[in-house]
Antibody, heavy 123, light 107 residues
Framework: QVQLVQSGAEVKKSGASVKISCKTS????????MHWVRQAPGQGLEWMGI????????PFLQNFEGRVSMTRDTSTDTVYMELSRLRFEDTAVYYC????????????????WGQGTLVTVSS | DIQMTQSPSSLSASVGDRVTITCRAS??????LAWFQQKPGKAPKSLIY???SLQDGVPSRFSGSGSGTNFTLTISSLQPDDFATYYC?????????FGRGTKVDIK
């Protein structure tokens, strides 16, 4: 079955960087785009961006002032999201989420989610 | 960016009630609309894609409708497991955007 297993919680100082992993299994890694979504405490969902695991291309990244990068490792079927120059307001749960595929082969909505990684930024 | 407006922001209902949540897009998105359910402390769960198709394993009491700018999520007979927050999301145009959520709690 499809599984997205994320790395554990992180506590970081303001100004530091954090890199979160999302290890996939149960499907062909390069066949589905991967998204990152975050959720600040008590708030709604915020879409961050998308990576194509086949070639590492980033079709779109939200404007985080160049602080976000997304990469992948096809040897381990893992995608990564790194957020640099952390600020207090980056405290959130970060989710990786797989984009589905329609029977036609066209891309579709998010169908599977990782369990989330809590990133806490302290001063 | 496309703005997604959900209403109501919260509602109270009883087991067995029919519940309807609406989502309006600030511009046309065809049927590129998804719905998610989230319980406290848990990852979201995907419910519906292309506005009206159920993800695998989602009970048939959930249904979605709409196209263009106006969409609805309906729960035909609310069950105890359905008390949660529901989000819509458009995936027609980057950046993908979510509604602010509708919290469904027990009356």
């Amino acid at each position: 079955q499809v599984q997205l297993v994320q790395s554990g919680a992180e506590v970081k100082k303001s100004g530091a960087s954090v890199k979160i992993s999302c290890k996939t299994s149960g499907y062909p890694f390069t066949s589905h785009y991967m998204h990152w979504v975050r959720q600040a405490p008590g708030q709604g969902l915020e879409w961050m961006g998308i990576i194509n695991p086949r070639n590492g291309n980033i079709p779109f990244l939200q404007n985080f002032e160049g602080r976000v990068s997304m990469t992948r490792d096809t040897s381990t079927d893992t995608v990564y999201m790194e957020l640099s120059r952390l600020r207090f307001e980056d405290t959130a749960v970060y989710y990786c989420a797989r984009e589905g595929l329609l029977a036609s082969g066209h891309t579709s909505a998010i169908d599977y989610w990782g369990q989330g990684t809590l990133v806490t930024v302290s001063s | 960016d496309i703005q997604m407006t959900q209403s109501p922001s919260s509602l109270s209902a009883s087991v067995g009630d029919r519940v309807t949540i609406t989502c309006r897009a600030s511009q046309g998105i065809a049927n590129s609309l998804a719905w998610f359910q989230q319980k406290p402390g848990k990852a979201p769960k995907s419910l519906i894609y292309v506005a009206s198709s159920l993800q695998d394993g989602v009970p048939s009491r959930f249904s979605g409708s709409g196209s263009g700018t106006n969409f609805t999520l309906t729960i035909s007979s609310l069950q105890p497991d359905d008390f949660a927050t529901y989000y819509c999301q458009q995936y027609e145009i980057y950046p993908w955007t979510f509604g602010r959520g509708t919290k469904v709690d027990i009356k």
